[in-house]
């Protein structure tokens, strides 16, 4: 136990730790039921990686061919999460040569030799739900050519497995872990002979979890995208495991599915990936395509508001905002000060983003990763419309709640001939300087112009009081603020037109103008991308308009159009993304 732990911590931990010693007295399965299928889809790239000895996990890199994946220095929490949960066999499936077998059985069956008796750090109720899928999922890859005592040691470890999740599941943080914990218990339940007995507990508390944590509109109270997507497959996956079985799911498991849906497809850009909000990435290529074709629910998105985000889609163009305040509490742990920050995509390019989740690049990066400056959205100053909690504990492993967000966020849509669009507005700055943020996003019908406008506005006396102490602490120089437009780092940006303009150029070779109106300046700098899935952050550019509020009211209006010459639509192809992380 380190000094930072607290009392619950240990608690949790000694019980897991006791329930996974005690777990292995339980009866134990010898053979599946019937043949397992994977479900699980991997990439062929990091099976490569792995396979070359190039072991990148949670943003760290150990060249070690021919190591043991279990030698290798843990650096902190993630990284231990990530080995043994073993998510890695889904991308060793995907290669699937000899190599690829002889890699994934050694890992595994050395896992079983060190940690099968309940050992190590992986014994806890959403690795095992997660690792007990992999090894189901990937049976035949694992006990191809192996001994028959080898296949005895690999049941008599996911009985003991299964049995330790009939014990621990309620352990598990509600939300995605428990929905993981849950999913390999039915998943393991269905699969092995004799251990069908956990099976009727589970899919009913995975039903009374669908009920309590999916909301009416099919949203998670974390407002992850990725979360949302990740919940997604497993409930598809144990939909289809009892369907397999002649077990009906439950009415409230099925109707999960049908809510999340539509909110799936409502979080998808024209390239295919997620919106990048809350501690979200974009989303393993190809699995929100598996999820909708596997849940069989062929929706159009929600015309409202899909976990508090809104989208624009015309031709080939997507815009997601959010619109709608950060969660607050536990919930909110990997949540970020993103209010009415957006993302646009032009067909396959990316091309506005937010900077995303600094998580995997220590506590700095995850801390900036979180503030308002870090999304495309406009700031103040140096404050963000939400603000963090400060730990009590000097942890970094300690989680960081937002304590503060904004207490209203306005959505009104505008519909015309010609474009289509939405006014938002939040009060995260009224407490601090006595500003609404108000923000217009319009989108053209053939999707070549997006008109924006922010404007900050003091509202009523309270807001004109707050503002006008705000202007006297600033010796009357104003209130500085900045509305920041964070470039995809494949976008290449140039200033133009005497600096009153910035030429956009993707990879695709669309040309984008970004002009803008009012009292600003105007400047191309610095910024980051940051994906969990790297070693360190990418370098990129960010369009910042710069400004200074001198009164109750101060607008800004820019627009993002495609260049006359540029084409509606472009013959695009993909290409292999360099190495990335699990």
């Known amino acids: ?126 690795l095992t739900g997660r690792r007990l899928i992999r090894w189901i999922n990937h049976a035949i890859l694992l006990l191809n050519g192996r001994s028959s005592e080898e296949s005895a040691a690999y049941f008599r470890s996911l009985s003991r497995q299964t049995n330790f999740l009939g014990k621990r599941w309620k352990a598990a943080s509600p939300g995605l872990p428990r929905f993981e914990a849950l999913t390999g218990l039915i998943y393991a339940g269905l699969a092995l002979s004799g251990m069908d007995g956990t099976v009727g507990a589970a899919a009913r508390a995975l039903a009374k979890e669908c009920s309590r944590e999916i909301d009416a509109s099919g949203g998670l109270l974390t407002r992850n995208p990725e979360d949302l997507l990740e919940v997604f497959m497993l409930l598809n996956w144990a939909a289809d495991a009892l369907s397999d079985a002649g077990r009906m799911p439950a009415r409230e498991h099925l109707d999960a599915i049908a809510r999340i849906a539509p909110v799936m497809r409502a979080l998808r850009h024209a390239d295919g990936g997620l919106a990048r909000f809350h501690g979200g990435g974009r989303g393993m290529e190809g699995r929100l395509e598996q999820g909708l074709a596997t849940s069989g629910i062929k929706p159009l998105p929600p015309e409202d508001i899909a976990m508090g985000y809104v989208r624009l889609a015309q031709a080939r163009t997507t815009v997601i905002v959010d619109a709608a305040a950060p969660p607050l509490g536990p919930a909110s742990a990997h949540a970020h000060a993103s209010t009415l920050a957006f993302e646009l995509t032009s067909g396959r390019r990316p091309m506005i983003v937010n900077c995303g989740s600094g998580a995997t690049f220590g506590k700095s990066w995850r801390r900036a990763g979180r503030a308002t400056a870090s999304h495309s959205t406009l700031g103040i100053g140096g404050v963000s419309s939400s603000r963090l909690s400060v730990p009590t504990l000097n942890d970094s492993d300690q989680p960081e709640y937002l304590l503060e967000v904004p207490t209203e966020v306005t959505v009104a849509p505008h519909i015309s001939d010609d474009r289509v669009g939405f006014q938002l507005g939040h009060n995260g700055y009224e407490a601090t300087h006595g500003l609404a943020h108000v923000r217009r996003l319009e989108l053209g019908r053939d999707g070549r112009v997006l008109e924006g406008e922010d404007a900050l506005t003091a509202i009523g006396q309270d807001g004109e009081r707050r503002f006008d102490l705000a202007f006297h602490k600033s010796n009357g120089r104003g209130i500085p603020f900045a509305s920041r437009f964070h470039l995809h780092p494949d976008v290449d940006a140039h200033l133009d037109m005497g600096g009153s303009a910035v030429s956009l150029v993707l990879k695709s070779g669309e040309i984008w103008v970004f002009r803008y109106s009012g009292s600003a300046r105007l400047s191309l700098e610095p910024s980051v991308y940051l994906e969990r899935t790297r070693l360190s952050p990418r370098a990129t550019r960010q369009i910042v308009l710069t400004a200074t509020a001198l009164d109750y009211a101060t607008r800004l209006g820019w627009t993002f159009s495609k260049a006359q010459d540029t084409p509606s639509f472009v013959r695009d192809f993909s290409v292999e993304e360099p190495m990335v992380a699990h």
Request: hydrophobic fraction near 40%.
């Open 1 to 126: 136990m380190t000094n930072t732990e607290s009392m619950g911590q240990r608690w949790t931990r000694n019980m897991n730790r006791i329930s996974a010693r005690t777990a292995r007295a339980a009866r134990g399965a010898t053979t599946f039921v019937s043949q397992p299928e994977p479900r699980t889809i991997g990439s062929f790239a990091k099976g490569r990686q792995l396979v070359a000895g190039n072991f990148l996990f949670a943003g760290y890199l150990a060249e070690s061919p021919g190591a043991m994946i279990w030698d290798l220095p843990a650096p902190d929490s993630a990284y231990v999460s990530t080995i043994h949960g073993f998510t890695w066999l889904d991308d060793l499936a995907a290669v699937g040569d000899l190599a690829a077998r002889e890699q994934a059985q050694d890992f595994t069956f050395e896992w079983i030799a060190r940690y099968g008796t309940g050992k190590g750090p992986g014994w806890t109720p959403d």
